[in-house]
């Protein structure tokens, strides 16, 4: 499903006293690109889903995966371009998600990058993708300021972070197995509720008893600060036909709440200094995860901040801004920056039991 950019305000005349960054993203199943200033305007922006070509395989294919990207990248930043009436000589800079991620669609929109950046003679930005998802709350709030508590929580990650400034990440916690939202992509596989996972759970978790299903809460109370949903996963496929879908869903994602809350209670006791309690990633679009953590945000004084869906789920957008403020931090890349399928925020984190590693 392709979609346009989700703001009125095109010509980029109006924003020519900022600097403008072409983002590009391509690290999993979405193809994007976007036109971002360093005012916080979005431009453009174009988006291509792979839904209907991974849905028969109930998760995201690799080598689909990659292909669609190539065939799909140079009519969307053409067209966001377009949308934003500009050509390649306004933009000041070209930022392309280098990492973590599948690495054949990383290569591609890297690649891309690179060629775009040499052409035009313009600087490169190698952006981590996770750091996009990181800085997207700061697009969308400009009174966010540093540091904040972050709970990163999407497909492939599921961490802690004080976000201490551009560049600056002090990991808390991360996953020791599986990240909440690979659970409930798992999870919707093992209903048949269809993929993408997460919001197939929440539209099936809506009509169930949250109650209904005893299910385990990994780690909950646990000293040590760490996520793990592995074993929920186990538990929801041993379950399946004693309920019906939807009590499993709801009691499987007021799992993963519960779960998320203590987790990020823990971190909150040594987060002193921060301003606020902020969520990013593909599941902070969920409406019950939102709700918790704003609860648990009101309850510790602090603000909650959370980006609009739109900026949660893998976007250009958040890319484009990460590019804008490590380009105004000074900080640019070489042409032959490598792509990396792993690159941790905190490469200083110490290493943790398990599939921690990822993270």
Request: some cysteine.
């Amino acid at each position: 499903m392709q979609k346009g950019a989700p703001f009125d305000k095109l010509h980029a005349g109006l924003y020519r006293h900022a600097m403008i960054i072409l983002g590009i993203e391509s690290s999993c199943d979405e193809t994007a690109a976007a036109l971002v200033t360093g005012d916080r305007q979005v431009l453009a922006h174009r988006l291509l889903g792979q839904e209907a070509a991974h849905a028969p395989f109930g998760g995201v294919v690799p080598e689909i995966a990659a292909r669609a990207h190539v065939e799909a990248l140079e009519p969307l930043i053409v067209a966001a371009l377009a949308d934003a009436k500009l050509t390649l000589a306004d933009v000041d800079a070209i930022a392309a998600t280098a990492g973590p991620g599948l690495i054949g669609g990383v290569m591609v929109g890297l690649v891309t990058g690179k060629a775009l950046a040499h052409a035009a003679g313009k600087p490169l930005i190698a952006v981590n993708h996770l750091e996009g998802h990181a800085l997207s709350p700061r697009l969308s709030d400009p009174d966010l300021e540093f540091p904040y508590l972050l709970l990163l929580v999407s497909g492939g990650h599921c961490q802690l972070l004080l976000v201490e400034g551009v560049g600056a990440y002090r990991r808390l916690a991360t996953t020791i197995d599986d990240a909440a939202g690979e659970a409930f992509d798992k999870t919707a596989k093992l209903l048949g509720l269809g993929f993408p996972g997460g919001p197939a759970v929440e539209r099936a978790a809506a009509l169930g008893d949250p109650k209904a299903v005893p299910l385990p809460r990994p780690l909950k109370g646990s000293a040590e600060p760490h996520f793990s949903f592995a074993g929920l996963k186990s538990a929801v496929a041993r379950v399946v036909g004693q309920y019906s879908p939807e009590d499993i869903a709801a009691s499987f994602q007021a799992a993963v709440v519960d779960c998320l809350i203590d987790r990020t209670t823990k971190a909150l006791r040594t987060s002193h200094g921060a301003t606020a309690l902020v969520v990013a990633g593909g599941v902070a679009a969920n409406t019950a995860v939102r709700t918790a953590l704003r609860g648990l945000a009101s309850a510790h004084g602090l603000r909650f901040v959370a980006p609009p869906l739109w900026l949660c789920t893998d976007n250009a957008a958040m890319i484009g801004w990460a590019g804008a403020e490590r380009f105004a931090a000074g900080l640019t890349d070489p042409l032959d920056v490598a792509a990396r399928p792993r690159w941790p925020l905190d490469p200083n984190a110490e290493a943790v039991r398990g599939a921690g590693v990822k993270a």
